[in-house]
């Protein structure tokens, strides 16, 4: 489990792998619905996280991640159909809003004035196409300004971990050529690239100043977390994802 300093007014927690009823390539806490796990072992974890919270399962609401720039203001308790979001804001009590995550950057926002939270799937596609940026939109249309919003970055993927292609860097730079400070060349067709970086630069661009990361690579670090890169690198068939939270408790 590990937590942010500057969302310390606000329950939020990044689970890590550990503390759950998965077995196997999905031990321990394994979160994620659209893995091959047991439905029961991941139902049984699901439940574990609403148990820290002391609030009911049906309070945990799930996205349908696609790594899109999609975004959703949450006004009430959903129905259990798919949300096919990347990021949801609420200004609701008791609704933990939820991010999966097995590499991509799970990302917090919190508007203490307001009391508005935030929560958003951050992968390359979703960070360089909009996602943070959408999310924030909706904070703001709620209410909240810029300057108010405290955000906290989770465990992802690290630079050092983060091979990348010439095709991938283009994509990037093309994009922005000033995006090439977020990639280190290692050959003539392979770079490392900073997901961490890009996201903390993309929301100082957007003048959120209160920022927290919690360096954790979850590539490297399998004892703590679930990782897809890894999974491949290691021809798993599969692979477990962690949960990121954050609620305004009654």
């Known amino acids: 489990m590990f937590f942010a300093d500057n969302l310390r007014t606000i329950d939020h927690c990044f689970f890590s792998r550990l503390g759950g009823n998965s077995k196997g390539l999905y031990k321990s806490l394994n979160c994620g619905k659209g893995s091959n796990d047991s439905s029961k072992n991941i139902n049984k974890n699901i439940g574990n996280i609403a148990s ?4 009911p ?5 799930t996205l349908h991640q696609t790594h899109s720039n999609q975004s959703i203001i949450l006004k009430d308790k959903p129905s259990k159909e798919k949300h096919l979001y990347d990021g949801i804001v609420t200004n609701k009590k008791n609704l933990i809003l939820s991010i999966l995550t097995a590499d991509c950057a799970p990302i917090m926002f919190y508007d203490s004035k307001k009391t508005i939270i935030g929560a958003c799937h951050a992968g390359w596609k979703g ?3 909009g996602i943070i940026e959408n999310t924030l939109k909706n904070m703001t249309s709620l209410g909240s300004k810029t300057e108010d919003i405290k955000c906290a970055i989770g465990p992802c993927i690290g630079e050092k971990s983060y091979y990348v292609r010439k095709d991938f860097h283009k994509i990037f730079t093309s994009k922005n050529k000033k995006n090439e400070q977020f990639f280190i060349q290692i050959s003539s067709n392979h770079y490392l690239f900073s997901l961490r970086d890009f996201i903390i630069n993309k929301l100082k661009l957007l003048k959120i100043s209160d920022i927290c990361s919690i360096n954790i690579d979850t590539f490297a670090e399998e004892t703590l977390c679930f990782s897809n890169r890894r999974s491949i690198l290691k021809k798993e068939n599969d692979y477990g994802r962690m949960i990121s939270t954050i609620v305004i408790k009654d």
């Open 52 to 55: 820290y919270y002391d609030l």
């Open 57 to 61: 399962k049906d309070n945990i609401i």
């Open 127 to 129: 960070a360089l196409s």
